[in-house]
Structure formats: structure tokens, C-alpha cells
């Protein structure tokens, strides 16, 4: 089954029905499918066929969903990429891509000059004239493809087939078995992030579910008033974003009122701060939940099952149509309850477009894929994710888990959040080094911070150094760049 499939004839029902809302606007379904005719038609002049790949470069509009759709129905496959991340990372990644044709919302000549490339505004409704340039194909299950930079800043492209992202609709519907057709959906995260196209856009339209879309999150207002002008009850956001809505929620310069409404608010796509917890309940009266996943799995493999029986820690259990075992480092399985995360099943790639050797780094002859992340799986099946392994600090020969010294450094009153690195030290190794934002009107000290980590971690977990920073730089999804922090450190 393809993802047209299921979509549009949940668009055909009931097609007077509010499907999505921009800019102070309501789309019905009807209005999507003439949207998605009218991108289909659009294509078809333009020569677009089986096999071949469009790269868009739009902020979220009514267009991205029409846009796939339309692709998906032509046999082609849909490829969102992100404008900001730089001339030569995108010309690599389009090398790899090999597209028919780029959409981005305003002229970019360095790229033009190699590729096909049209012009559209957010609001377009009718598809302009254009021609494309046929490539050789790709097969014709992949729906989509997604660039990735991963750990080593290099280009990847990531290919998701339709049973892909279908699977994962499904596996994350039956988790959250309470999202419902009657749901409102906030679409904020950026497109070209898998969290944000597969659970904010694409799982709603195939529940038929509305959607609240803004462009991006900043500057905030847009999302405020798509809050104020629709009852959106579910949020699927980074933590970044709990954090700024909480924070002004606090600071009253937000009524709780605006968030009324919200009945789900799951966080991925980087670790959520351990005081968002209460601080949720005491502002919303409700709590925040977590899952966890990755562009190779289209992208949920946990998630807790609601915000009343969670485990706080955690991201919930592994998503049913999964296997998953637990290896040592070197690759080896084990009996223990702790190491690195491998994962099977029907959610994830089948391998790195154009990258067989990156593919055989990832995945054994099995099929097992290799997470990259340690995590502890505790009797209930609930795992917590205690560090990518290329972030895992050693220190003399142990183990320090990042995220561990950062739990217990938010616990400190004047500390509002920590990023723990590691760096290099002539003895043991690696040491750790806190960068830490303090709380508005808050003050401490160095010192201070460092014998308060000395009360509560073993002596080879307390950062040896601690630096003081107003924000911590932010990746286009709002991610915490860890390796920016770890670069600065090393320096």
C-alpha cells in the first residue's frame, strides 16, 4: 500500500470538513484535494514521472502536504530540505538527490545554476509552469527522502518507502491510542525534520485529524495566534519549544489560557529538561511526555503511552511491529540490561541512498540497525537514553553518561538548564565540562555549581569546568548542537 492510498480517500470523506488552518484561514478537504490537483497537473506539464525526486524548500503551508500527495500519486518521491543549512551542504546533498526539479520560496542562483528551480509563496493555490529535467530513477517505493548530517557534518540522505511511513503512522496511533479524527494538530517543526513531516503532518491526514499549520516557530507569534484561533489539542514539539511556552507562561507574559486547550504535548528530537515536569503541572495542570527515534525509522521507536502513566526518565517502551536487542559497543549481544540500541522492523530504511558503505557501518547482515544511542531498558520494558554513544564521555577508563551529570546540575536552584561535554585531558583521557544557562535573575557561581556535582556524583562525573552561557546553539529543529559545545571546549 502506497501513502496516496490511505490518504486521499480519508480526504474524500466528509470533504466539507475542516482539514487544515493557515494564516487565520480554514482549508476543507475539499479545498486540499483541489490543492493536490492542482500540484498534480502542475507537475505533470512539467514532465515529472515515476521514479523521480522534487526537493522542496518551503517553510509549512497547505503546499507541503499537497505538494507530497501529489508527488506520491506520480510515482516520485517528495524530498524537504532545509534552505539555512548552507550553499555547499545543499549542493551535496542535491548531488545525491539528483531531482527533477528544487521548490524554494525565493530565487537561489547558486543552485539554479545546476538544477531546475521554481519560485512559490506559501499561500500559491495554482501551480506555475515550469519545466523539469528527468534523472535516472529511484525505485518507486520510496516516498520521501530526508538529508541528514548526522555525527560527522558530512551529507546523507535517508530514504523512507511508503510502508515505511505508513507503519509508523500506525505503531504511534496505537501507542497514543487516544489521538482521534477529532484531534487538532500543531504543525510548527520544521518539514525537513522527520519528527516534524511524519508525526505532525503526515500522521494526522491519515487519521483524519485537522492541523493547525504555522510556517516555523520563530518569531513566536504566529504560533500564539494559531493557538488562540483554533482548539489544537495536541502538540508533538521539541523541548525548545515547551521550554519558551512554559517560560513565558511564568513570567506572564502568556496566559496559560492560550494553551487551554492542549490535551497531549509530546516532546522528541533532544532530551527534555527533567523541570519541565513540574513546572508543566504547576502552570497546565498537566504533564509533558516523551518519546524517542531517528530519520532512519521513520522516526518513532518509543514513546510513553500518555501524560498520566508515564515514566518520567524514560521515552517510553519500544513501539510494537519492533524488535530491538541490546549490544555492547563492539557489537557483541548481551544478557545485560544497558548498552547500545539495535532495532528491526518494517519502520526502518531500508539503507543510505547511494551509500553502501555507510549502510554496512549501520546495519549487520540481519538487517539489524544500529541506533548509535546507549540506553538502559529497566523490567517494564521503559527505556531511558543515556547518551548518544559518540557523545559518552571516558574518564579513566569510565563511563560518564552526559545526560546523567546534566539531570543532577538542573536540580540546582539557580540552574535553569546544563550541556555536559567532554574534553581532553593529558592523564585521564577526557574530562567533563558543564556549559550551564542560569534562570532569569539567578546567581552562582563556578565553584559553587562544581560542590554541589561533588555532593551528588562520583568524583570522576563532576565537571571539572564550568562556563556560563546565555543560549546554547540551536540546530534548525531546535536541538541542542552538542558538537558546536564540544569543538568550543576542546579549543
Known sequence: MRLEDVIIPTLETDIETQCCWYDGTWYTRRDLLKLIESCENGLKRAG??????LVVMLRNSPLIPALSVAVW?????????????????????????????????????????EWPCLTMNLNDTEFPDFKGRI??????????????????????????????????????????????????FLVVLPNFHSFGYTVTIVLPLTIGAKTA??????????????????????????????????????????????????????TGGDR????????AMKLLGRDV????????????????????????????????????????????DTDA?????????????????????????????????????????DDEGYVSILDRVTDIIIVGGFNVYPQEVEKILSEHPAVHSAVVVGMPHDINGE????????????ETTEREIIKYAKEKLAHFKVPRSVEFVEEFPLSGTGKILRRVLRERARQ
Open 48 to 53: 515529472f514521472t515515476n521514479g523521480q525526486r
Open 135 to 184: 534523472q535516472p530513477d529511484e525505485p518507486e517505493d520510496y516516498a520521501i527522502i530526508f538529508a541528514t548530517s548526522g555525527t560527522t557534518g558530512n551529507p546523507k540522505a535517508v530514504p523512507l518507502t511508503h510502508e515505511n511511513i505508513i507503519d509508523n503512522c500506525k505503531i504511534v496511533n496505537e501507542r497514543i491510542n487516544s489521538l482521534s479524527s477529532d484531534d487538532t
Open 431 to 442: 574530562i567533563p565540562k558543564a556549559y550551564v544557562q542560569l534562570n532569569d535573575g539567578a
Open 289 to 332: 511526555m516523551e518519546g524517542y527515534g531517528l530519520t532512519e525509522t521513520s522516526p518513532v521507536i518509543c514513546v510513553n503511552h500518555d501524560c498520566v502513566d508515564q515514566k518520567h526518565g524514560t521515552v517510553g517502551q519500544v513501539l510494537s511491529g519492533y524488535e530491538y536487542r541490546i549490544r555492547t559497543r563492539e557489537g557483541q
Open 73 to 113: 500519486k506520480l510515482g516520485g518521491v517528495f524530498c524537504p530540505l532545509n534552505e539555512k543549512a548552507g550553499i555547499p551542504s545543499l549542493k551535496g546533498t542535491l548531488k545525491l538527490i539528483r531531482p527533477f526539479a528544487v521548490i524554494a520560496e525565493h530565487e537561489i542562483p547558486e543552485l539554479s545554476e
Open 272 to 279: 527534555l529538561n527533567p523541570n519541565i515536569h513540574s513546572l
Open 337 to 377: 540490561n544497558e548498552g547500545v540500541l539495535w532495532v528491526r522492523g518494517p519502520s526502518v530504511t531500508p539503507g543510505y541512498l547511494h551509500a553502501p558503505e555507510i549502510t554496512a557501518e549501520r546495519f549487520d547482515a540481519d538487517g539489524w540497525f544500529n541506533t548509535g544511542d546507549y540506553v538502559r531498558i
Open 213 to 266: 499549520i504555522v510556517p516555523s516557530f520563530l518569531p513566536p507569534a504566529a504560533t500564539i495566534r494559531a493557538l488562540n484561533e483554533t482548539k489544537i489539542n495536541v502538540m508533538f514539539v521539541v523541548p525548545a519549544i515547551v521550554s519558551f511556552l512554559l517560560m513565558n507562561v511564568e513570567k506572564g507574559k502568556l496566559s496559560p489560557e492560550v494553551l487551554r486547550d492542549i490535551r497531549i504535548i509530546c
